[in-house]
Structure formats: C-alpha cells, structure tokens
C-alpha cells in the first residue's frame, strides 16, 4: 500500500474522528485529546513495535495522512524515507532494550516523508511513556521547511550583497574605465556559488547607429574576440539582450548563436543587458557549462549587478564629460554656447550665454544683459570674496581668475559655479574687456562635502574601537594570553575583548561586525558594552549570549549582524567551554601542533533573529603545551595575488612553527605572515588574533 492508498482509504469524517479521540479509554483522558487536537507540532505515539497509536491533526496536516488511515501501520512504512528505515528499526530497537525514560533530550534534525512521497526536514525529540504493558514512544516533530528556506534566503542575500559591495568597492579606485570593466569581470569569474566558466566579456554601446563594442573580455580565444569586437542589436546572444533589455540565457549552443568558430566548445550564457533608467549601456556575457539549469537566484543577482555596473558606468562619463568641459571651458570662446559670460568693463554690460540662463534655470528672455544679474544672485558668504577675487585680479595681484561660488537659482536654492575667465587689456595693461565660462559643479561639492563627512565618521569610529579594544594582556596563573586587531581601514568591523566574571573564572569573546566605518562602529561599541553589562552579573555563556542578541536584534537595522566567538576557561581545573554563533572556528592545539579540538560554529549570528539559542560546547581540558588559536575572517580569507587563500592550514602551521614564542610574538608572527602572504601593508579585510597558552 503507498502512501496516496492510505491517505484517501478511509471516508471517515473529520467530526467523526473527532469524537473518536475524545472517547474515554484507559490509556487517554478528554483532556489529553483535546491537546493533542490543538498542538501546533506533531505528535505521533508508537508502540514497542513501531506501530501508530496516536496521529495528531497537526500530524495529519503535515504528512497528507488521515488519522485512521495510519493507526496501526508500523511508523517507518508510513513517514520515514525508505533509505533511513533500517537505522530506523535498529534505533528503536535499542530504546526498546535500553529502558530510557527520554529517548532524545534535546532536539534533532530529521527528515519526513510525506504521502506524496516528497520529504521535508524535521525537528525531532522523542520520550518513552511507562503505561501498564508495553512501552509507548511520544514523538514531536515540528517541519522546518520554512526555517531552513528562511537560512538559505539569508545566506544568499549575503552573498549577493557581498558580491555587490564589491563592485562598488572596485568603482571607487583610481582606475580607468577598462580596467574598472576588467577587475568587475575578474570579481564576477571568481564567485564561488554561481557556475560559471572562466570566461565572459562586457560590451558597451557605443556610436550611431548604436552598436556594442567589446571593452574587456577573459578567457575568449583570439578568432572570437576579432569577430565580436563590434556586434549589431539583434545579432547573436549579446545582440539580442541589448535589442530586448532583458535576460538572455541558454544552455547550450542552439539556432541563436550567430556568431561560430572552428573548434568551438559546447558552452551556454548568460547575457545580461545593463541598463539603467530606459538607457542602455552595455551587455555583460558570462558562460555556463552545458546543461547549466538556469536559477531564479543567479538571474536576479546578475540583474542586480548589471544595474549597478549601468550607474557605475553612468557616473565614469559624466566625470569624463566634465573633465572634458572643464579643459574646454578654460579655452572657451564667445561663440561656444556653454556657460559663457562677456563683460564689457567700460559700460557694465554682461553678454551671458542661453546656456548660462539656463544653468540659473532661466529661459534667455528673463534676464537682462547687466552684471547686477551675476551680483544680485550671489551667495551672502561668498559676496566679499567673489569681489575680492575679481578686484584682485583686474588690478593683476593674482594672475588667473579662477573662482568657486553660489549663484541663486531660479527654484530658490542655490548652485555651486566653477567661474574661470581672463581679461583683455589696452596698451596701457589696463583691462577693458573680460570672458569667462561658468560651470556647474554643484554635484561636485556634494561629493566633496559627503567624503569629508565620511572621512569624520571614520575617525570618529576609529576613536570609539580603540577605546574597546583590551589596552594590554590580562595576566593569569598558568595562561599567557596575548591578542590584537589589524584594521583594514580607519574602523575595523572586528573586534575582541577579556571578561573576568564573578567566580573569578576567564572568558574572551572574537566578533566580527557586518560591514565597516561609523554604523558598524556603534554597533560593535553596543555589542561590547552588552556583553559586559551581562558578564558582570551572569557566568553563563549561553544566557549572556541570549540576553546580548536579544538586545541587538531590537537595536541593529535589517541586515545587520554579528558573528562572534565566546571562551570561556575554568582556572582551577582549566575547562574551556564556548559558543560559537556564525564565527569562523577556533582551534586548541596540542604541544605537537596537532589540532585537538574544533570550535565549530553551531548556531546563527547575533541579531538576526530574537530567540536565537547559543548551545554551550565542552567542556574541553587544557593542558600543559596547549595553545588555543582565535581569528577573524580576515586571516583565512586574505588572498595573495594570484588569488590563493591564506586559509586554515596555513595559519596553523606559522602558529606550530612559533608555538615555543610567547603569546604576543605569535600573534605578530602571524600579521607578518599574511601582509607578506598578500604582499601588502593593510589586508583587504580586518584580521583579528587571540592566543591562548597553557603554561
């Protein structure tokens, strides 16, 4: 019988098989039926053989099972996948034989099988029910289908955001727009999560009729790149994505790939049009294996990254276009129709150009040829000193007019000019005549203003983690501890900290921070201030834990969070318990160098979520020669180069290598080994390191 046969096999009612359950009999009371019909998880009772006594609603509901359909059906034939029924049997056995009152104390993760036959995950504990005759087994499960799609969510949200605050983060180099193009491909190759081939290309458009030209490419052999160096809108995959504006994948060579060579491998695409407020800029073309299916996920992050590459692309220009201008507008001439200003000294009469009008946000009949139209408009504070610059200038104390000021626009704000000009002068060197152009660079000083601003924050956030960060080593019996923090930038995301707690006991807490600068500085400043507020009244790891992420979860926006590693160590008898919430594992070493113990991650960050549990892990014994190794992301994910990561084994083996050293040499030995692994002065990323030695 499968499962569809013993979800439809019997007709009874739902009232009826309510009634049947709150019929009295020896082994159940009303009451306990009602509980059963309200309980929100699974309850299924089994007998010592495995078959089905009770199957609650919620049971029901999550298997597609009627309640009478399965009563008296061992449990493994009806809900456990056919792969795990012999383990299945052989457990139950043993809790048969074992005489155990809890069968499982704590919750498991498992997987169920629905009448459909699809599984699901499950979270299972299971305890024995001691009743006249044979024992009874009450299981609950609850489905964590939701939680689970809700953890891949998270992950891949970080991945993308991740991933684009890369691009961004290449954006802001000093690099041509090529190169710029270049290192974007390079990022995107090089993400582990999407299968791609290491080749692809990026195309913008260009002339008229426009057409896109390929202006980076790896991986493409010679004969392609020839043939593909312009393509037509329409023409091939590329083509037709930038003629569409919309994704064009395949998943092999098929009828739309125009453009062929001799020898060409079986491949597929991804072509990407970036594009951004109804403006094409290009196409991005990424290779897939053949066969590649194509995911909702990979389609939408690509899309993200096009948009972000179209306002990348858009701002290069215009900073190109106003370089341009700015060397154009210093050689400018009356008849160029730009911003352009004549001033006639002798009779005060200005000539000011349509497009100088409309910079003010006026049409060319509404202002006058008079140079009270430029006086009247200026800025209150900049007034004295535009007048000062002109007088200075056509009395010759300077030699260049070059002046920044406010004019008042016609909405009633205000305008930042770039005012550049020279004079015309009789024989007598006096200045008659003047002609200038006028430029807006409002969005100019904007961006000035916000780096400055951003450049505040920094240090502002610099101060506040050196004020967090332990000022010296904490000295114990019989440990020698020693840890330190390498910034990437001005504000680390990382940080550490020492705890002494009420019974004298030790603890360190490694975090780490999402993100960088002034937010991720306060946030980690919170953080710190709430795991010592807890520690001083509390000596429980997990209840610290709990407390802490409670409060930073109602503090921190979306998206914020904090992965964090806390070690807890019991001088007297040297026990070290810890939690590891997100954070990359630590490690005790023995006197060999061998690793003894993993600190492995066993929940998610702090932040996230409010009812986040920390489970405690240990208690581990420390001995003499033992050291226990603490780090940040920063030191496994440094990259050399040729794009190798310095990872786990390697931190280990300079920490074995040096393990006769004192604590804090080891920590240095280990910064210098990554700044001459990546071959720079600061690491991409914030590196953090704790020591912990058994004397």
Request: net charge negative; aromatic share 8%.
């Amino acid at each position: 019988m499968d499962g569809s046969d013993l979800a439809t096999e019997t007709s009874v009612s739902a009232e009826d098989r309510r009634q049947s359950r709150t019929q009295p009999s020896t082994e159940s009371t009303a009451w306990q039926n009602a509980i059963l019909e309200a309980a929100l998880d699974c309850v299924i009772v089994i007998d010592d053989e495995g078959r089905i006594l009770e199957f609650n609603p919620a049971a029901e509901r999550a298997f597609g099972y009627l309640r009478d359909a399965v009563l008296g059906k061992r449990v493994a034939d009806v809900i456990v996948p056919e792969s795990f029924r012999d383990a299945h049997d052989r457990i139950l056995r043993r809790c048969v034989e074992s005489g155990q009152p809890v069968i499982v104390d704590r919750s498991l993760e498992y997987v169920g099988r629905r009448a459909d036959g699809s599984e699901f995950p499950l979270e299972l504990s299971v305890v024995r029910i001691e009743l006249p005759g044979p024992p009874r087994f009450v299981g609950f499960l609850r489905d964590l289908s939701e939680r689970k799609r809700a953890g891949e969510t998270f992950q891949a949200n970080l991945q993308i955001q991740s991933a684009l605050n890369s691009v961004l983060e290449i954006s802001l180099e000093p690099l041509s727009l090529v190169e710029l193009l270049e290192q974007t491909l390079d990022l995107l190759l090089s993400i582990p999560w999407i299968e791609l081939e290491s080749k692809g290309a990026i195309f913008l458009t260009e002339g008229a009729p426009p057409a896109l030209v390929m202006k980076a490419q790896r991986g493409l052999p010679h004969s392609l790149t020839a043939s593909c160096a312009r393509v037509p809108f329409g023409h091939c995959l590329c083509g037709r994505a930038a003629a569409t504006r919309e994704i064009v994948f395949t998943r092999c060579v098929d009828r739309r790939h125009d453009t062929r060579y001799e020898g060409m491998p079986a491949h597929g695409h991804y072509c990407v049009p970036i594009h951004s407020e109804g403006r094409l800029y290009g196409v991005l073309n990424l290779y897939v294996k053949e066969g590649h299916r194509k995911e909702p996920q990979e389609e939408s992050f690509l899309g993200a990254v096009a948009t972000v590459l179209a306002g990348v692309i858009r701002r290069r220009r215009a900073e190109e276009s106003l370089r341009q201008s700015e060397e154009r507008f210093e050689l400018a001439i009356r008849g160029t129709d730009a911003g352009i200003w004549d001033w006639d000294l002798r009779t005060n009469r200005v000539y000011f150009s349509p497009r100088w009008k409309t910079m003010l946000g006026y049409q060319e009949h509404e202002l006058t040829d008079d140079f009270a139209e430029w006086e009247s408009r200026l800025h209150p504070d900049d007034r004295q000193r535009a007048q000062a610059t002109i007088r200075d200038y056509l009395s010759g104390a300077v030699r260049e007019y070059d002046l920044e000021h406010r004019l008042r626009h016609k909405d009633g704000t205000y305008r930042w000019i770039l005012a550049r000009g020279a004079a015309v002068r009789d024989s007598e060197g006096k200045p008659y005549r003047m002609v200038g152009s006028h430029l807006d660079v409002t969005e100019r000083k904007r961006t000035e203003r916000m780096a400055r601003r951003r450049e505040a924050e920094l240090l502002a956030a610099e101060k506040i983690q050196q004020r967090l960060l332990p000022q010296g080593s904490p000295v114990l019996p019989g440990l020698d501890v020693a840890g330190a923090t390498f910034p990437a930038e001005y504000a680390a995301g990382d940080y550490f900290d020492y705890l002494t707690f009420p019974d004298g006991s030790f603890g360190v807490v490694v975090a780490d921070v999402s993100g960088h600068g002034f937010s991720s500085a306060l946030l980690t400043a919170s953080t710190s201030a709430h795991i010592r507020s807890s520690a001083e009244t509390c000596g429980q790891v997990d209840v610290i834990l709990r407390r802490v992420n409670a409060q930073l979860e109602r503090e921190t926006e979306d998206g914020r969070f904090v992965t964090l590693l806390f070690a807890h160590v019991d001088l007297q008898n040297r026990m070290l318990t810890y939690a590891n919430a997100g954070h990359p594992y630590g490690y005790v070493l023995d006197g060999s160098g061998n690793r003894k113990h993993v600190l492995r991650s066993e929940t998610l960050p702090l932040g996230i979520f409010p009812d986040t549990q920390f489970p405690l892990q240990g208690p581990l014994r420390l001995e003499r020669d033992d050291l226990v190794l603490l780090v940040s992301d920063g030191v496994l994910e440094a990259r050399s180069e040729d794009e190798r990561l310095f990872g786990v084994d390697r931190a280990i083996r300079v920490v074995c290598d040096h393990r006769r050293e004192p604590s804090a040499a080891i920590v240095d030995r280990l910064h210098q080994s990554i700044r001459a692994f990546t071959r720079h002065d600061r690491t991409l990323d914030d590196v953090t390191v704790v020591v912990i030695k058994v004397e």
